[in-house]
């Protein structure tokens, strides 16, 4: 399918979401305003694979000032509107869909206070995508209907979470976490002290969709163990409930070869991990 450029208005950003990493997995709307732009802002999320493939002249790396610290998003809402206001074609792009966790509704928001034109261009988001390349489907008839897909970002002792963790272990759907690597002890002792069954199966997807994809599976009681024996870190989904137990059925057929090596290893880790 080929690009024609007619179509980026100047003076317009475009809240572009990048799909969980794998560029093959690109909307071909992203592909043809990435192609079009006359700018790209991204931070570090959409993954080298898409990044490094936009020439040097049209990207800016707005994820981190240098020194390594974050750049705080009013910069990154001020620099939309200046470059639009310049008469710029401005894609931001942003990993996964924009407006799942990923602040594109603020930016959005800022872009209309400011009466900057935009428009939105959904993604894969990494929540489902990570999931299924894994073989687990968020839903399934006989194991879950219905998901959250949720922050593990916050602190779940603190009594002003967002998350009511109570609430969604209750629901008996799949639960979803993004940016949860670091707090997984915190939430999944959340969960249990809410009453959910320990042999709950749990699975980490790290890297969903990306070379070196990993996935590490347990319960919600050993899943903590599982992540430090791998070693698994961002970005990585957890997902939670019975459909996290389906992949063992279909992995022996799935094609989905994101890093087939690595993800043999971190299971041999899990496994151990259970024996001992
Ligand atoms: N807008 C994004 C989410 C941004 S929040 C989306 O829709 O996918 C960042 C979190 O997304 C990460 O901490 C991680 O939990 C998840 N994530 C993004 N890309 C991922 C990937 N390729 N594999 C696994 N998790 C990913």
Excluded: C
């Excluded at 592909?31 to 490094?52: Q, S, T």
């Excluded at 310049?86 to 990923?102: E, H, N, T």
């Excluded at 209750?170 to 009453?195: C, H, K, Q, S």
């Amino acid at each position: 399918m080929s690009a024609p450029d007619t179509d980026v208005e100047p003076g317009t950003v475009y809240l572009v979401g990048s799909g969980p990493g794998d560029p093959e997995l690109l909307t071909v709307r992203a592909i043809r305003l990435l192609e079009a732009a006359d700018i790209v802002l991204h931070d570090k999320l959409p993954g080298p694979e898409i990044i490094e493939s936009l020439p040097e002249d049209r990207r800016e790396d707005v994820g981190k000032r240098a020194g390594g610290e974050r750049t705080p998003q009013s910069e990154i809402n001020e620099r939309l509107v200046e470059l639009a206001r310049a008469g710029k074609s401005v894609v931001r792009l942003k990993g996964g869909d924009p407006f799942v966790f990923g602040r594109g509704g603020e930016e959005a928001e800022y872009l209309a206070a400011h009466e900057v034109p935009f428009e939105v261009v959904p993604a894969i988001t990494a929540a489902i995508a990570a999931p299924a390349v894994a073989g687990i489907p968020v839903t399934h008839r006989d194991h879950a209907s219905s998901v959250s897909f949720v922050t593990g970002h916050e602190d779940p002792t603190k009594p002003e979470s967002a998350v009511d963790w109570e609430a969604l272990a209750a629901t008996g759907g799949t639960i979803v976490v993004l940016m949860g690597v670091g707090r997984l002890p915190d939430y999944t002792a959340a969960l249990r002290e809410a009453g959910m069954a320990p042999d709950t199966p749990v699975a980490l997807v790290e890297r969903g969709t990306r070379p070196g994809q990993r996935v590490a599976t347990g319960t919600i009681e050993t899943i903590v163990d599982v992540r430090d024996e791998a070693d698994i870190s961002p970005p990585a989904v957890t997902v939670i409930g019975d459909v996290a137990g389906t992949r063992e059925s279909v992995a022996d057929f799935l094609r989905n070869d994101y890093g087939a090596a690595a993800d043999a290893e971190s299971e041999a880790a899990a496994d151990s991990e259970g024996e001992d």
